[in-house]
């Protein structure tokens, strides 16, 4: 794997990694709005973008870097699953793309996004004061660190919002999708939802690299809140099946398989944790302190483990009553 930097194009809100002749992962860079990771694919005649960032910003640099590494622009364009930090950037593409995504994520964003838009408007001036405060107070080095990136992240977010257009996908599938190219076919798979209610992957069988979006995390708790944390397992499972070399996560480095057996783990830890804790008698009400085992100790914003396990125990209940 080689590293793209150097050249006055280089952007700053993605990494470019080459994974393989014409694929590359673009890795968000902390602190910058991306968040999430996406990827870039040349099918030989058609060059292929997998997510869309979480500001249009960071996906002008993404659309910039797929022209500049394929020599056209990207006229497919595949959502992973709603969530904004994967479909911000559609506008970007649009028109002149083909937006593809399942038919559920295409009703989610519908749905969902224009709504959490606005909430987030009015609630990050507070969150951004929030964390202002704790970084003012905070004396280890390493959570002044993250909170400063998280105080950066919600900044270039805050910035955004008032520019993105919500863009829904103009062309769906259930369950498989095969997009077939001059030197390459690409597979898009649904193998149904966990971290929400659709979640779709892309796969490049014959170099057996998986651009998982936010079915897999690493060095990042995942967020469970949307999803079913049971599909989520099963749906990991499943996958664990493919021949897998390399695996581009949601968030975090790209990696092996190793983020698919993780996230899995950390999801199976908090179940776990959710049955201690719900025969000492804690509830989704009184949950404060979620002692996270290593390695997910180090993993970057630890404050999604107590929101998890409130949404563990919350279901948990809901299933018992
Ligand atoms: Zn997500």
């Not at 996406?38 to 960071?58: M, S, Y």
């Not at 898009?188 to 170099?207: I, N």
Request: hydrophobic share 40%; aromatic share 6%; net charge negative.
């Amino acid at each position: 794997m080689t590293v793209e930097s150097g050249s006055s194009a280089a952007p700053e809100s993605i990494l470019i990694e080459r994974l393989a002749e014409g694929v590359y992962a673009a890795i968000a860079v902390p602190g910058q709005g991306s968040l999430g990771n996406a990827g870039i694919v040349d099918l030989g005649d058609q060059t292929l973008v997998f997510d869309t960032l979480r500001t249009p910003r960071a996906a002008m640099e993404l659309s910039a870097a797929a022209e500049r590494l394929t020599g056209r622009r990207a006229t497919l364009v595949v959502n992973s699953h709603w969530h904004d930090d994967h479909v911000a950037g559609n506008q970007v593409f649009v028109p002149g793309a083909s937006i593809i995504a399942t038919e559920m994520t295409r009703d989610l964003m519908t749905s969902r996004l224009v709504a959490e838009y606005a909430q987030d408007v009015a609630e990050l001036p507070a969150i951004l004061q929030t964390l202002e405060k704790r970084l003012a107070v905070e004396g280890d080095e390493r959570a002044r660190e993250e909170l400063g990136l998280r105080i950066a992240e919600n900044r270039r977010y805050a910035e955004a919002i008032p520019s993105i257009r919500v863009t829904p996908p103009d062309l769906t599938f259930g369950r498989e999708m095969r997009l077939h190219g001059k030197t390459r076919t690409v597979e898009l798979w649904s193998y149904g939802g966990g971290h929400t209610t659709s979640d779709a992957f892309l796969y490049l069988a014959d170099e057996r690299i998986m651009f998982a979006g936010d079915l897999a995390f690493l060095d990042y708790h995942p967020w469970l809140p949307d999803g079913d944390p049971g599909e989520w397992v099963r749906i990991i499972g499943e996958i664990e099946r493919l021949s897998l070399n390399t695996v581009v996560p949601g968030h975090g480095p790209v990696t092996d398989r190793r983020c698919l057996t993780l996230t899995r783990e950390y999801i199976e830890t908090l179940e776990r944790l959710a049955d201690e804790m719900a025969r000492s008698g804690i509830t989704p009400e009184t949950v404060t302190d979620v002692p996270v085992p290593t390695p997910f100790d180090t993993w970057s914003v630890a404050q999604f483990a107590q929101a998890n396990m409130r949404f563990v125990l919350e279901r948990r209940r809901n299933r018992a009553g």
